[in-house]
């Protein structure tokens, strides 16, 4: 099946420096997410995005499935960032997979 | 919407008890898909539903987990008996047809069987 690399697995930062988060699937996908979960455990849908580029707010996210990789970019960081990112990719039906995650720590 | 629903929030029961938890997917999402986090294994998909029908179960771990969707607002996971090991998060998410958003997670229940 499908294999989804995310890296790097634990990062910590200053608040307010920017970071990039990176998906890696090793086959086609008709759909890619990125999901945070924070210190609760609650996971927020923060992109769609099969191909091409998004932004919101502060979080970007850049797919370019021709070459199967995802980016997630977070700028000027916030505690409130704090947890776990996920990226998910579909490539059939509705059966998705999950990366293992980068955990982020902000620190204030 | 109020989102994905379930319930309850956390459950603490006993080895060999049954448990059931509970899903409401968000209104007019046709499919929904129950999900087990654990430290050691992370996010894995147990089953999912598309316009109720059971789609794909290769992920339910045992004979003891069963689920059920018997109409487009309500899905039910059981476990029985349960095991120590089973205890978990379990997660539900729905989607809509035309998924151009993707995948609403609930806030999921805290399994613990002791």
């Known amino acids: 099946g499908i294999q989804v690399e995310q890296s790097p697995p634990d990062l910590i930062l200053q608040e307010g420096a920017n970071s990039t988060l990176r998906c890696n699937f090793s086959?086609?996908?008709?759909?890619l997410q990125w999901f945070h979960q924070n210190p609760w455990g609650q996971l927020i849908n923060l992109f769609y995005?099969?191909?091409g580029t998004k932004q919101n707010g502060r979080l970007s996210a850049t797919t370019v499935a021709t070459e199967r990789y995802s980016l997630l970019y977070i700028s000027s960081s916030q505690t409130t960032d704090s947890g776990v990112y996920f990226c998910?990719?579909?490539?059939?039906?509705?059966?998705?997979?999950f990366g293992a995650g980068t955990r982020l720590f902000v620190k204030a | 919407d109020a989102g994905v629903i379930q319930s309850p929030r956390h459950e603490v029961t006993e080895m060999g008890q049954e448990v059931t938890l509970r899903c409401k997917p968000i209104?007019?999402?046709?499919?929904l898909f129950w999900y087990r986090q654990t430290m050691m294994r992370g996010l894995e998909l147990l089953i999912y539903?598309?316009?109720?029908?059971?789609?794909?179960d290769s992920g339910m771990p045992e004979d003891r987990f069963s689920a059920k969707m018997p109409n487009a607002s309500f899905s039910t996971l059981k476990i029985q008996p349960s095991e120590p090991r089973d205890s978990a998060v379990y997660f539900c998410?729905?989607?809509?047809?035309?998924?151009?958003?993707?995948?609403?997670f609930g806030s999921g229940t805290r399994l613990t069987v002791v």
């Open positions: 998910a990719v579909r490539t059939g039906g509705f059966k998705t997979i």
């Open positions: 086959d086609s996908v008709n759909n």
């Open positions: 995005i099969p191909s």
């Open positions: 209104s007019g999402h046709n499919s």
């Open positions: 539903f598309n316009n109720n029908v059971p789609i794909d």
């Open positions: 998410a729905s989607a809509g047809a035309v998924s151009t958003d993707g995948y609403t």
